[in-house]
Nanobody, 127 residues
Framework: QVQLVESGGGLVQSGGSLRLSCAAS????????IGWFRQAPGKVREGLSS????????IYTDSVKGRFTISRDNAKNMVYLQMNDPEPEDTAVYYC????????????????????WGRGTQVTVSS
Protein backbone atom coordinates (compact mmCIF):
# COMPACT_ATOMS: atom_id res chain seq x y z
CA GLN A 1 0.00 0.00 0.00
CA VAL A 2 1.57 3.25 -1.17
CA GLN A 3 1.21 6.20 1.16
CA LEU A 4 2.67 9.70 1.06
CA VAL A 5 2.41 11.91 4.13
CA GLU A 6 3.24 15.62 4.24
CA SER A 7 4.26 17.39 7.42
CA GLY A 8 5.80 20.65 8.57
CA GLY A 9 3.01 23.04 7.70
CA GLY A 10 1.75 25.72 10.03
CA LEU A 11 1.62 29.46 10.55
CA VAL A 12 4.61 31.54 9.50
CA GLN A 13 5.19 35.27 9.09
CA SER A 14 6.31 36.93 5.90
CA GLY A 15 10.08 36.84 5.76
CA GLY A 16 10.30 33.69 7.83
CA SER A 17 10.97 30.16 6.70
CA LEU A 18 9.37 26.75 6.78
CA ARG A 19 10.42 23.28 5.70
CA LEU A 20 7.85 20.79 4.48
CA SER A 21 8.55 17.07 4.48
CA CYS A 22 7.15 14.24 2.39
CA ALA A 23 7.51 10.73 3.81
CA ALA A 24 6.78 7.64 1.75
CA SER A 25 5.76 4.10 2.66
CA UNK A 26 5.07 1.19 0.32
CA UNK A 27 7.27 2.90 -2.25
CA UNK A 28 11.03 3.25 -2.45
CA UNK A 29 11.48 6.93 -3.16
CA UNK A 30 14.90 6.58 -4.70
CA UNK A 31 13.28 5.20 -7.87
CA UNK A 32 10.71 8.00 -8.25
CA UNK A 33 10.66 11.62 -9.22
CA ILE A 34 8.58 13.63 -6.72
CA GLY A 35 6.54 16.79 -7.19
CA TRP A 36 5.25 19.44 -4.80
CA PHE A 37 1.91 21.12 -5.47
CA ARG A 38 -0.35 23.54 -3.66
CA GLN A 39 -3.99 24.50 -3.77
CA ALA A 40 -5.53 27.63 -2.30
CA PRO A 41 -9.28 28.01 -1.72
CA GLY A 42 -11.10 28.61 -4.99
CA LYS A 43 -7.99 28.02 -7.09
CA VAL A 44 -6.66 25.17 -9.17
CA ARG A 45 -3.90 22.89 -7.98
CA GLU A 46 -0.58 24.46 -8.91
CA GLY A 47 2.65 22.62 -9.59
CA LEU A 48 5.52 24.20 -7.68
CA SER A 49 8.57 22.03 -8.03
CA SER A 50 9.80 18.56 -8.87
CA UNK A 51 12.97 16.58 -8.38
CA UNK A 52 14.27 13.59 -10.31
CA UNK A 53 14.90 10.26 -8.62
CA UNK A 54 18.61 10.91 -8.31
CA UNK A 55 18.13 14.54 -7.30
CA UNK A 56 20.17 15.77 -10.25
CA UNK A 57 17.30 17.50 -12.07
CA UNK A 58 14.92 20.02 -10.51
CA ILE A 59 12.09 22.12 -11.90
CA TYR A 60 10.50 25.22 -10.38
CA THR A 61 7.56 27.34 -11.37
CA ASP A 62 8.42 31.02 -11.75
CA SER A 63 6.41 32.15 -8.73
CA VAL A 64 8.61 30.22 -6.27
CA LYS A 65 11.95 30.13 -8.08
CA GLY A 66 14.66 31.58 -5.88
CA ARG A 67 12.54 31.28 -2.73
CA PHE A 68 11.67 27.58 -2.47
CA THR A 69 14.12 24.70 -2.73
CA ILE A 70 13.29 21.05 -3.29
CA SER A 71 15.63 18.36 -2.02
CA ARG A 72 15.61 14.70 -1.12
CA ASP A 73 17.27 12.22 1.18
CA ASN A 74 16.75 8.83 -0.41
CA ALA A 75 18.36 7.02 2.52
CA LYS A 76 15.51 8.32 4.70
CA ASN A 77 12.82 7.93 2.02
CA MET A 78 12.09 11.65 2.35
CA VAL A 79 11.62 14.66 0.09
CA TYR A 80 11.62 18.24 1.35
CA LEU A 81 10.45 21.66 0.28
CA GLN A 82 12.32 24.50 1.95
CA MET A 83 10.24 27.67 1.88
CA ASN A 84 12.23 30.86 2.37
CA ASP A 85 10.74 34.35 2.37
CA PRO A 86 7.15 33.11 2.11
CA GLU A 87 4.44 35.59 1.22
CA PRO A 88 0.73 35.69 2.09
CA GLU A 89 0.02 34.57 -1.49
CA ASP A 90 1.78 31.30 -0.65
CA THR A 91 -1.01 30.36 1.77
CA ALA A 92 -2.43 27.03 0.61
CA VAL A 93 -2.57 23.32 1.26
CA TYR A 94 0.69 21.76 0.06
CA TYR A 95 0.85 18.28 -1.42
CA CYS A 96 3.60 15.92 -2.51
CA UNK A 97 3.02 13.43 -5.28
CA UNK A 98 4.68 10.48 -7.03
CA UNK A 99 4.12 9.07 -10.53
CA UNK A 100 2.58 5.66 -11.19
CA UNK A 101 5.93 4.13 -12.04
CA UNK A 102 9.52 5.15 -11.68
CA UNK A 103 12.37 4.84 -14.10
CA UNK A 104 11.15 6.95 -17.01
CA UNK A 105 9.59 10.10 -15.56
CA UNK A 106 12.16 12.60 -14.32
CA UNK A 107 9.78 15.31 -13.09
CA UNK A 108 7.27 17.91 -14.15
CA UNK A 109 4.68 20.39 -12.90
CA UNK A 110 1.52 18.93 -14.41
CA UNK A 111 -0.78 17.14 -11.94
CA UNK A 112 -1.70 14.52 -14.56
CA UNK A 113 1.88 13.26 -14.48
CA UNK A 114 1.33 11.96 -10.95
CA UNK A 115 -0.69 9.13 -9.48
CA UNK A 116 0.01 8.95 -5.74
CA TRP A 117 -0.83 11.95 -3.56
CA GLY A 118 -0.55 12.81 0.07
CA ARG A 119 -3.42 14.35 2.02
CA GLY A 120 -1.68 17.72 2.25
CA THR A 121 -0.40 20.06 4.94
CA GLN A 122 -1.74 23.56 5.53
CA VAL A 123 0.64 26.50 5.22
CA THR A 124 -0.60 29.91 6.32
CA VAL A 125 1.57 32.99 5.81
CA SER A 126 0.72 36.16 7.72
CA SER A 127 1.81 39.63 6.67
Amino acid sequence: QVQLVESGGGLVQSGGSLRLSCAASGLTLQFYAIGWFRQAPGKVREGLSSISASGSDTIYTDSVKGRFTISRDNAKNMVYLQMNDPEPEDTAVYYCAAPRAGGFFSGGLGPYDYHYWGRGTQVTVSS
